[in-house]
């Protein structure tokens, strides 16, 4: 029932459903334009949700999630340093309370020299 109240013409209706029926019919993209289609995320990008860093939940996150995580709050001006001055760095950097624990639980001795070894240390849970 039309009421007159349309945005489009009856035309420019058509026209449109014209242009979507390739896409619905395929169901995936059928622009010629690649870059107006959403890029699917790589095999190699890390799975930051699927393994937590809270303690105690899940699986053990893989180093290059948590380095991801650290990267995010720490530059490498940060380092060497020790468990406690990187944790104080983290607040101030708003970093996650579950990635800011891990840190904390860190042997106090050690000093890190770059955001590499502090990842691994707290992905293995040193």
């Known amino acids: 029932m039309q009421r007159g109240s349309d945005r489009l ?12 029926q390739g896409l619905l019919r395929s169901g995936h993209p059928t622009r010629s334009e690649e870059w107006n289609d959403p890029e699917p995320p790589a095999d190699d990008d890390p799975e930051l949700f699927r393994a937590g860093v809270a303690p105690g ?8 999630a948590v380095r991801l995580l650290l990267a995010r709050s720490l530059t490498r001006h940060d380092f060497p340093a020790a ?6 760095t983290l607040r101030r950097g708003h970093a996650p309370d579950a990635l800011v624990e891990r840190v904390s639980r860190l042997p106090h001795r050690t000093r890190y020299d770059s955001l590499l070894a502090l990842a691994e240390a707290v992905s293995v849970g040193e």
């Open 9 to 20: 013409n009856v035309h420019r209706d058509d026209e449109m459903k014209h242009e979507l």
């Open 57 to 64: 939940v899940g699986e053990q996150p893989s180093p290059e």
């Open 83 to 88: 468990p406690s001055e990187l944790t104080r």
